[in-house]
């Protein structure tokens, strides 16, 4: 008996092996077969997919076969392995074992997008909304409801997001980009105000974001953002008005159809620095690192005054003779191929669908802002030297060619 029960268990052993065998055999097969593809192919896989469904998803497009030995396979060697939402690139030649390797690394296929200094914020959400390759999460929502996705209720968003070039995989939402963004500009503005100068006129770095979102606007000659900073602020000590367009436009909103005129400088909106003293209620636009840098170390000088050349770079001057005086050669008698900021730099090989087509700035929500009254009209004049001293004329006589975003 006990003969027959040790020759049973061989024959069971034997039987065991045989077929822990057949498996390992059956599941290396699967696991160096190639993948039957005869050009490169991208395999997404959706939030919430598990390895055994993606198999069975491959199986049944006739890329792979023998998926239940896959399944097995994954089981057993790679159960705490997650699958990352995301595309991964399979090309001819590749082996399902390379596949699994591209999973186990998270080497997804990455996408990039681009927020562009200069921009407001009704831009930033044209350009998540045009992208494709992002889920789409805030349609049909106000710019404060969004704001509350991003956990940060109450903010108001325009400039509160750094301008930079985010690198994403498909399947990230819009609300994942964006509150990189948001991050990212609270970081930058925090490491630029702990070197900011020490005799700056600010008291919150705010104040700072939003004299960054002026020079932004004003200037995108590197070399010029510091002096611009320094008329601004000489302004201000001297409690002189700002008067800047882009903040005039601004005010605006969708009423702005791409020419300034006198009746808007006298407008009373929150943002209209020809009328309100100081600096606006927010900033204007996004503004990158470098305006940033020259809001908060403004370049000493005497200048009180700009006017623009007509080929994106400015004429500074110390007084209102020298500056009536430019007003006259660049405003007055303007060259043919006036340009109110430097010409855009376009990226080999880009078109103009790669971008979306700059918009007029939201107006913001009228609890938010308290109304305006105007006090004596400014200046009027933008366009003609300035006669009365009383009256400081703005700093860049440029009304009808606004600047457009850099």
């Keep these: ?17 045989l077929c822990l065998g ?19 192919q991208l395999l997404e896989v959706p939030k919430g997919t598990t390895p ?28 705490g392995q997650p699958l990352h939402k995301g595309e991964y690139r399979m090309q001819p030649g590749m082996t399902v074992e390379n596949l699994i390797d591209l999973w186990k ?11 562009v200094e200069g921009w407001n914020f009704h831009q930033v959400r044209a350009a998540l909304a045009k992208d494709e390759k992002l889920e789409q999460t805030l349609n049909g929502l106000s710019d404060s409801e969004v704001m509350d996705k991003l956990g940060h209720t109450g903010i108001f968003p325009e400039g509160r997001f750094f301008p930079d070039t985010y690198r994403f995989v498909r399947g990230m939402t ?14 930058v ?19 700072a974001l939003i004299m960054a979102s002026l020079v932004e606007k004003e200037t995108g000659v590197p070399q010029e953002r510091g002096q611009i900073a320094g008329v601004f602020v000489r302004r201000m000590e001297m409690g002189m008005l700002l008067q800047t367009d882009p ?13 300034l005129t006198r009746a808007h400088l006298k407008e009373a909106t929150p943002y209209n620095t020809y009328v309100i003293a100081g600096l606006p209620p927010t900033p204007i636009a996004m503004v990158g ?24 770079s400015h004429v500074f001057s110390d007084d209102l003779d020298a500056h009536n005086s430019a007003v006259r050669e660049f405003q007055l008698k303007r060259r043919a191929d006036y340009r109110s900021s430097p010409a855009p730099v376009t990226a080999p090989g880009a078109t103009n669908e790669q971008a979306p087509i700059p918009a007029a700035s939201p107006d913001p929500a009228p609890e938010a802002l308290a109304p305006v009254t105007p006090p004596e009209p400014a200046q009027e004049t933008t366009q003609e030297p300035a006669k009365e001293p009383a009256a400081a004329p703005a700093p860049e006589s440029d009304a009808t060619a606004p600047q457009s975003p850099q």
Aim: cysteine-free; charged content about 25%.
């Design 289 to 312: 690192r470098e305006a940033i840098h020259a809001a908060l170390n403004p370049v000493a000088g005497n200048s009180l005054y700009f006017v623009a050349r007509g080929d994106g």
């Design 1 to 17: 008996m006990r003969r027959k029960f040790l020759l049973l268990l061989e024959t069971g052993l034997v039987l065991a092996g």
């Design 105 to 115: 690394r998270g080497e997804m296929v990455q996408y990039s997008l681009t927020l």
């Design 52 to 79: 055994t469904r993606t198999f069975y998803r491959l199986e049944a497009d006739g890329v792979i076969k023998d998926a239940f030995w896959l399944r097995v396979y994954w089981r057993f060697n790679l159960a």
């Design 247 to 259: 903040t005039v436009i601004y005010g605006l909103g969708d009423r702005y159809n791409g020419k």
């Design 189 to 207: 503005l925090a490491k630029e105000w702990g070197q900011r100068a020490a005799d700056v006129p600010y008291t919150e770095p705010y104040q």
């Design 174 to 187: 819009d609300v994942e980009l964006l509150k990189k963004a948001y991050d990212r500009l609270d970081e």
């Design 22 to 40: 057949a498996s390992a055999w059956k599941i290396h097969s699967a696991l160096e077969q190639p993948l039957n593809i005869t050009q490169e």
